[in-house]
């Protein structure tokens, strides 16, 4: 079966890269969290999005700050840059976002792929969410679907399905770039865990050969890095021919169900990230705390023996 929407997004990268029309891309990189958050900006119209934003949480003290942040908005601010996206590959469960802070600071609409309701409704139960806790989404700004496509001003940029990791997550493809969450790591690290409630190491394996279709040269930024066995420097930063030749653990070449047995094997030997319980609680809501209780104070839970 034909994959329009990966042709659409193939004509994209190169036409953006035949014309030199590319994104100006600058990354701040949250060692505490190992979080790369991607400033993406049209050259000629200074146009920009904000990718995988970090809200800094000390979770002994319960305290959030905005050093993270601040440090995107003061960039954006220097370069005169207008902000009209704040993007989410997904809902992390490695760090809060902060983009209801940097939507006050800067505008732009918060959006996320249209999938975050399946994930809404699995830790909807998780957390024991009242039924005040919209599942639709609402929560967000917009809502992209596969294929969507839209525009960084003068940058064409398209929205990709590509769950696995989580059934939500996206990969976005601006000009000659694609910025691809979670999905894949650098080729000496590998790949994303597909244990968490909704994920699937079979369709994360699928999304990856969906992505690796996309042209050798096209430019890939990544969510994470973590520095693999014997590389000093932290890397956000590689192409898809990269990641096709040398990925560790799906590289061309790799099987499907061999790809599924490493994947399920290595993930069953993973603990849970440090911060998935206020991550997930506050990512599912766009960014947003829960409400206040009658203290006037908003708490997050910590349910037991659960996950």
């Not at 590319?22 to 958050?37: G, K, L, M, S, Y």
């Not at 905005?66 to 490695?94: F, K, P």
């Not at 696995?164 to 690290?189: N, Q």
């Not at 969510?223 to 956000?236: E, I, S």
Request: glycine fraction near 8%; include cysteine.
């Amino acid at each position: 079966m034909t994959d329009t929407v990966l042709e659409t997004a193939i004509t994209q990268i190169d036409a953006a890269r035949a014309a030199g029309r590319v994104p100006v891309i600058r990354t701040f990189f949250d060692e505490p969290t190992f979080t790369a958050t991607h400033v993406v900006h049209d050259p000629v119209t200074r146009r920009a999005a904000i990718i995988d934003s970090v809200l800094d949480f000390d979770q002994p003290s319960g305290r959030t700050s905005h050093a993270s942040a601040d440090a995107v908005i003061a960039y954006v601010q220097a370069e005169g840059l207008t902000v009209d996206w704040l993007l989410e590959t997904h809902a992390h469960a490695d760090h809060l976002s902060a983009a209801p802070y940097l939507q006050e600071q800067l505008g732009g609409r918060i959006a996320i792929g249209a999938e975050i309701r399946t994930v809404q409704g699995v830790f909807g139960q998780v957390f024991n969410e009242p039924a005040s806790f919209a599942r639709d989404g609402s929560q967000f700004d917009h809502l992209f679907t596969d294929g969507e496509r839209f525009a960084l001003g003068e940058l064409e940029a398209i929205a990709l399905h590509v769950p696995g990791h989580t059934p939500a997550c996206l990969a976005y493809a601006i000009g000659d770039a694609v910025f691809v969450g979670d999905t894949l790591f650098m080729p000496d690290y590998g790949t994303a865990r597909a244990d968490f409630p909704g994920g699937d190491a079979r369709m994360l394996f699928r999304s990856i050969r969906r992505l690796m279709a996309l042209p050798a040269e096209t430019r890939v930024f990544l969510c994470h890095d973590y520095k693999a066995p014997g590389r000093d420097t932290f890397v956000w930063e590689t192409t898809i021919g990269a990641e096709a030749a040398a990925n560790i653990h799906v590289h061309t070449g790799v099987a499907e169900d061999d790809f599924v047995t490493m994947r399920e094997a290595r993930d069953a030997t993973l603990g849970m990230p440090r911060l998935i319980l206020p991550s997930v609680q506050v990512n599912i809501r766009a960014g947003h705390f829960p409400e206040p209780e009658e203290n006037g104070v908003r708490y997050l839970k910590l349910p037991l023996n659960l996950l």
